[in-house]
């Protein structure tokens, strides 16, 4: 049976000195790559209604070529774009799958919020949004939606920590959806401390690359395009130091993107 480790807090924060080494080992690979998922975002955006549903339901997909060509690049080679569509050859139906679970969630989500405060929230943002709302009404409505909004940030976190290593667990062992979504929120669970230094250490990058941003915007946007790339390589070590190498599939069964 596949078993999750307990690492040290430290590790938290070199996941994403790791991950950046990943992306620095084939910067132009990963930019390759991440402009195209960007442009594939561009156009989810534009699709009123069924864009978001496209994205949700591709999400796993993506995520679990980008894991692939981590691993490839570990082996020496380099990330290339097609990594990005490696999903679709690679166990597809369990990947749609959690793709669907995705939408799911979301929909779930969002009619929860509307019949749990959907008036309230109109009611907020018109005070909030009218010049002459009165103070005392736009503090009542707030702390009569901080429970509804406490519990949806939960729910958020559960489905984030199921949904962390879930696509790299179903391309690189066969493990069932179900499986792979409650494995990895025990993983989370075991090691809330390393995940919680990652979450600081990321946050305090992200925030210099605002700054940058702010000074010198070009370095900015430049520090950004490799954050997105961090972020994605850092979630793939996450994985490889919590789950054994020796519990994957064979390395022969995994067939090199061109």
Request: proline content about 4%.
């Amino acid at each position: 049976m596949i078993q999750t480790r307990r690492v040290p807090f430290v590790r938290g924060f070199l996941w994403i000195s790791e991950g950046f080494q990943l992306v620095f080992q084939s910067p132009f690979g990963w930019m390759k790559t991440v402009s195209l998922w960007f442009a594939f975002t561009v156009l989810c955006s534009l699709l009123i209604v069924i864009g978001p549903i496209l994205f949700s339901l591709m999400l796993p997909i993506f995520f679990a070529g980008l894991m692939a060509g981590c691993r490839d690049i570990e082996q020496g080679r380099s990330m290339k774009a097609g990594h990005l569509f490696a999903g679709f050859r690679h166990k597809p139906g369990r990947l749609i799958t959690l793709g669907g679970v995705n939408v799911l969630s979301e929909l779930l989500l969002t009619a929860l919020l509307i019949a749990w405060g959907g008036q309230r929230m109109v009611e907020l943002q018109s005070l909030s949004m009218d010049g002459t709302g009165n103070m005392e009404q736009l503090q009542l409505l707030a702390s009569e939606l901080t429970p509804m909004f406490l519990t949806v940030s939960l729910i958020q976190m559960v489905l984030l920590m199921m949904g962390w290593f879930a696509p790299a667990l179903l391309v690189f062992t066969d493990l069932s959806t179900g499986r792979a979504l409650s494995l990895s929120g025990k993983a989370c669970v075991q090691n809330t401390l390393p995940f919680l230094a990652f979450t600081v250490g990321m946050g305090a990058v992200l925030m210099a690359i605002i700054t940058t941003a702010f000074a010198v915007p070009p370095l900015g946007i430049l520090l950004f395009m490799m954050a997105v790339p961090t972020i994605v390589a850092a979630v793939y070590v996450s994985y490889r130091d919590i789950f054994s190498d020796e519990l994957s599939l064979d390395e022969g069964r995994w067939t090199r993107v061109d």
